[in-house]
């Protein structure tokens, strides 16, 4: 199964994507696409955060990227 997706995807397959797939489409799924996540996005960027960031640095440059988003 590892050589045939290699072939058809130019070599570039991992033995362990392989058996992902191969494990999906045994239990039905005929899509190799990601399936659609409900959780928080990965950005809450709004432009008073935008704003807020340069007056929370100049407080402190040492602070980390959790220290920012806590202060906004």
């Given at each position: 199964m590892l050589k045939i997706f290699?072939?058809?995807y130019g070599g570039v397959i991992k033995q362990s994507q392989t058996l992902m797939w191969y494990k999906r489409f045994r239990e039905g799924q005929e899509s190799v696409n990601n399936d659609d996540r409900s959780r928080c996005p990965s950005t809450?960027?709004?432009d008073?955060?935008?704003q807020k960031v340069p007056q929370v640095l100049d407080k402190d440059k040492?602070?980390?990227g959790w220290m920012i988003a806590e202060e906004c």
């Amino acid at each position: 199964m590892l050589k045939i997706f290699q072939k058809a995807y130019g070599g570039v397959i991992k033995q362990s994507q392989t058996l992902m797939w191969y494990k999906r489409f045994r239990e039905g799924q005929e899509s190799v696409n990601n399936d659609d996540r409900s959780r928080c996005p990965s950005t809450s960027q709004t432009d008073n955060s935008v704003q807020k960031v340069p007056q929370v640095l100049d407080k402190d440059k040492r602070f980390s990227g959790w220290m920012i988003a806590e202060e906004c």
